[in-house]
């Protein structure tokens, strides 16, 4: 099993900064992926930014050129800086992990508990 606990979140004026950060513990070792979703109220999960254990990455579209994914594979833990935010970046962010054992073809997802992000001045 694997346990995520993020770190990081909080109540930031428009056009600020946050870094948030995502370690990963347990018997379960260098995810695959590890990423970043966020739900806003009344809408659906939705992901954020995700990067691959060889360093692929990916983002949603409105927030390319502002957040930034890293990952510490020797520290199980990734992380998102955060410019430029915008009030329609407020949402509950989750991080994500995903395994997949070698010599299988199934994914396996593991979520942290989220943490609060609000732009507002």
């Known amino acids: 099993q694997m346990q995520l606990v993020e770190s990081g979140g909080g109540l930031v004026q428009p056009g600020g900064s946050l870094n948030l950060s995502c370690a990963a513990s347990?018997?379960?070792?260098?995810?695959?992926?590890m990423g970043w979703y966020r739900r806003a109220p009344g809408d659906q999960r939705e992901l954020v930014a995700a990067?691959?254990?060889?360093?692929?990455?990916d983002y949603a579209d409105s927030v390319k050129g502002r957040f930034t994914i890293s990952r510490d594979n020797a520290k199980n833990t990734v992380y998102l800086q955060m410019n430029s935010l915008k009030p329609e970046d407020t949402a509950v962010y989750y991080c994500?992990?995903?395994?997949?054992?070698?010599?299988?073809?199934?994914?396996?997802?593991?979520w942290g508990q989220g943490t609060q992000i609000t732009v507002s001045s």
């Open positions: 994500n992990a995903k395994v997949i054992p070698s010599g299988t073809l199934t994914s396996y997802d593991y």
């Open positions: 990067m691959a254990r060889g360093g692929t990455t």
């Open positions: 347990g018997n379960i070792f260098n995810p695959n992926v």
